[in-house]
C-alpha cells in the first residue's frame, strides 16, 4: 500500500529525495513519515508529520532534512541535504492511521564517496 523510490548512492554532502506514495486513502489525521534502519540496529524515526503540526525530526538530521506532505497526491517525501555517511541506511515510509502502522518495502541509501 506504500510505495518508496529515491533511494541510490551520493556522495557525503550531496542531496537525494525519497518520496512515498500511499495506494489507500490518507486522512489528514494520519502520521505519514520516514524510519531508517542500518544493520544490527534497531528502525528509528527519521522525520514524521501531521496534518497542522510541525514536522518531527531526528536530532541527527535537523536543519539538513524536511519531509514535505502532499496530502492530494497522497504522498510523503524526505528532502535529504548535506548528506553523511552515516546516514547510510535502509529508508523505509510509513504512515500511522488509527493507531495502525503501514510500512512500505524501503529504499537503500548509501552515502559514500
Known amino acids: 500500500q506504500l510505495q518508496a523510490s529515491g533511494g541510490g548512492l551520493v556522495q557525503p554532502g550531496g542531496s537525494l529525495r525519497l518520496s512515498c506514495v500511499a495506494s489507500r486513502f490518507i486522512f489528514r489525521g494520519d502520521y505519514m513519515g520516514w524510519y531508517r534502519q542500518v544493520p544490527g540496529k534497531q528502525r528509528e524515526l527519521v522525520a514524521r508529520?501531521?496534518?497542522?503540526?510541525?514536522?518531527i525530526y531526528a536530532d541527527s538530521v535537523k536543519e539538513r532534512f524536511t519531509v514535505p506532505r502532499d496530502n492530494v497526491e497522497n504522498t510523503v517525501y524526505l528532502q535529504m541535504n548535506s548528506l553523511k555517511p552515516e546516514d547510510t541506511a535502509i529508508y523505509y515510509c510509513?504512515?500511522?492511521?488509527?493507531?495502525?502502522?503501514?510500512w512500505g518495502q524501503g529504499t537503500l541509501v548509501t552515502v559514500s564517496s
Open positions: 510509513n504512515v500511522k492511521s488509527f493507531n495502525r502502522n503501514y
Open positions: 508529520i501531521v496534518s497542522g503540526d510541525s514536522p
